[in-house]
């Protein structure tokens, strides 16, 4: 029986050995990953279809996300990229931190994506005047630098260090500055949802460091209550502004989309101040493609913004804003005319 399968195996192997080599040989350039990543133009998700809030008002026009395409660098898409406009390639570690890996960054990124949300709903409960409690802060590591000693991950809650609970990064910079060079540290930290015992050992750059960088989420309670809806795919902190307005859109009377369909990226602090981002010029592609009428970004991507559209000569109004606060001012003013 054996003897038969084989002799089918090979006999098959004669016949197609040509198409077989050409299938390994597209599969191993393929696998083969560069040090490089390819922004493509990206799209717009539509978040009145992401974002509930219960007993919210109903709006006409729509806020959506803008988003960055990106692929991971390999010999195929690298030579696609020098063929089709606005494919651009970028080194791997200009979008990483130095010392860590594109997995590490995409971990990263989903922190931050869960930092934007709770900022973004904070601040939209507070500008509508309705109930937003701040019940805890959660503390979880968002980056080591090389010159770390540690047994800690990206990711990690720490909960004490040396037996005192933290609850924030100006509580461990004032714990470890208290420690001498070279002392090793006692971390407790919650990971995969068990605590687990960790170490880090101080170093001396410009003061007493280990290595470690936080990143502070919140517990809180709202009411009314709000859902959102996300991918396990997306990740990264741009969509903070638009998460927000489309919260507060639905706990106000007044529709601020004023009927238009919204396209807008941006980062958001938990006191409202919206953060610079990049690959604007991605954004503003796929918000024309997906036919917007308004485009919002950062104060600090505004010149890029309005030079792609010069370039392009695109028929979209491009809105700038520095702060949430701001965001809803020109908002109001746009949907009045």
């Known amino acids: ?152 991950e990206i990711g990690d809650q720490i909960l004490s260090v040396d037996g005192k609970e933290i609850s924030s990064l100006d509580d461990l910079k004032e714990i470890i500055e208290e420690k001498k060079v070279g002392e090793k540290v006692s971390l407790t930290v919650l990971r995969d949802g068990e605590e687990k015992e960790c170490y880090a050992t101080t170093y001396d750059l410009d003061g007493v460091k280990i290595g470690v960088s936080l990143l502070t989420t919140y517990e809180y309670d709202t009411d009314p209550s709000v859902d959102i809806t996300s991918k396990a795919s997306e990740a990264g902190s741009s969509g903070g502004l638009m998460m927000s307005l489309t919260i507060y859109n639905q706990l106000v009377p007044e529709d601020i989309t004023g009927g238009k369909k919204i396209v807008g990226t941006g980062t958001i602090d938990i006191d409202g101040n919206v953060g610079e981002i990049g690959g604007v010029k991605y954004k503003l592609i796929g918000a024309v493609k997906n036919d917007a009428d308004i485009f919002m970004c950062p104060l600090e991507n505004y010149e890029e913004a309005i030079s792609v559209a010069e370039e392009k000569d695109y028929d979209i109004t491009i809105v700038s804003v520095a702060t949430f606060e701001e965001a809803i001012k020109k908002l109001e003013e746009l949907s009045s005319n």
């Open 1 to 152: 029986m054996f003897t038969k399968i084989y002799e089918k195996i090979k006999e098959f192997i004669k016949e197609n050995y040509k198409e077989l080599i050409v299938l390994v040989v597209v599969v191993l350039l393929f696998a083969i990953k560069l040090p490089y990543t390819i922004y493509t133009p990206g799209g717009a998700v539509n978040l009145n279809d992401r974002i509930t809030v219960e007993d919210g008002y109903e709006v006409e026009g729509s806020f959506n996300m803008a988003y960055v395409s990106m692929v991971r660098g390999s010999i195929p898409f690298l030579l696609i990229s020098y063929v089709i406009p606005d494919w651009d390639i970028v080194a791997a570690s200009d979008v990483t931190a130095e010392g860590e890996d594109m997995d590490e960054m995409l971990e990263r990124e989903r922190l931050y994506m869960q930092q934007s949300m709770d900022a973004a709903i904070i601040n939209a409960y507070l500008a509508a005047g309705k109930d937003v409690n701040i019940t805890g802060t959660i503390n979880e590591v968002s980056y080591l630098t090389q010159e770390a000693d540690t047994d800690l």
